[in-house]
């Protein structure tokens, strides 16, 4: 049997360092690969889950919905008012930025509100069309596409900018003959 030199030690000594020099560079990236990647979805999850949020807690909150009889004894399209709050917990509500969806007995629309549909019954920063308070109620100008007559409902679902939806029955007394033309008549059921 043959003994190995020095030269001959130090040849496998040296290769088997290599070896595991690139073993540790190849763990060290794959590390800072995994460690990258964590970041991200951590990030991606963290935005997501804010915005799932918005989407529960952002809500516009209906408080009542109120119409003008006409002389022709029914409900004017264009004096539909629903007087909203924003709901607990919820941050701000910009309601210039909110979608109606009008389901009413002939026809579905969909009526994009802008800042002259929206009024301040209480306004406690002045900050229409924002609803920033739990005390606010504004009131929404809701121009629907044909008069509402006695007996008849709607639905409006109300799309915050988040996309929190509430909705509101609208239900038109079965008579409109005790009212004046002009009168408010609650349309809330």
């Known amino acids: 049997m043959r003994q190995a030199t020095t030269e001959q030690k130090g040849q496998v000594g040296i290769g088997t360092l290599i070896v595991f020099i690139a073993m540790v560079l190849v763990a060290a990236i794959a590390a800072a690969v995994l460690v990258n990647t964590a970041g991200f979805l951590q990030n991606q999850a963290e935005q997501t889950g804010q915005e799932a949020t918005e989407q529960v807690s952002n809500r516009i909150q209906p408080v009542s919905a109120n119409g003008s009889v006409t002389a022709s004894n029914d409900i004017d399209s264009g004096s539909i008012g629903v007087v909203v709050s924003k709901s607990p917990g919820a941050g701000n509500v910009n309601l210039a930025n909110a979608t109606v969806l009008y389901d009413g007995p002939s026809n579905t629309q969909t009526l994009v509100l802008s800042s002259s549909d929206i009024s301040a019954v209480t306004d406690e920063g002045d900050t229409v069309p924002v609803l920033s308070d739990s005390a606010d109620r504004f009131v929404v100008g809701i121009d629907a596409p044909a008069n509402l007559k006695p007996g008849e409902t ?7 900018e988040s996309g929190a939806q509430s909705t509101v029955f609208l239900q038109v007394p079965d008579t409109l003959a005790q009212f004046s033309d ?6 809330s059921r």
């Not at 709607?154 to 915050?160: D, E, G, N, P, R």
């Not at 002009?182 to 349309?187: A, C, K, Q, R, T």
Request: aromatic fraction near 0%.
């Open 154 to 160: 709607a639905q409006l679902t109300l799309v915050a």
């Open 182 to 187: 002009g009168d408010e008549v609650s349309l």
